[in-house]
């Protein structure tokens, strides 16, 4: 079973940055393909952005150029680094995994992920 534990989120000015963290059991840490989405109050969960193959970067429209993810495989841990903060980046933030699947175009769904963490709550104030 792998366990996935967000952490680093909290209130921030617009402008701002935050980055949160995925820290994620399992021996085989380098073969997940991982994620992060986000859920705002009142709407569905959406893609942000997603590391497949250890190398491969996608972001939703909303947020590139401005977010970053990146993966510490040593660690077994996800980052995702929020800039330029804009107060419709609040949401829940959860990060998600996925192994022995061939992703491919799946990974904006959420579907494509097998492993979900619990969330953690960003708010940006204007």
């Known amino acids: 079973q792998v366990r996935l534990v967000e952490s680093g989120g909290g209130l921030v000015q617009a402008g701002g940055s935050l980055r949160l963290s995925c820290a994620t059991s399992g021996r085989t840490f380098s073969a997940y393909d991982m994620a992060w989405f986000r859920q705002a109050p009142g709407k569905e969960r959406e893609f942000v952005a997603a590391?497949?193959?250890?190398?491969?970067?996608y972001y939703s429209d909303s947020v590139k150029g401005r977010f970053t993810i990146s993966r510490d495989n040593a660690n077994n841990m996800m980052y995702l680094q929020m800039n330029s903060l804009k107060p419709e980046d609040t949401a829940v933030y959860s990060c998600a995994a996925t192994t022995g699947y061939r992703i491919g175009l799946d990974y904006p769904r959420e579907s494509a992920y097998a492993y979900w963490g619990q969330g953690t709550q960003v708010t940006v104030s204007s």
């Open positions: 590391i497949i193959g250890n190398v491969r970067e």
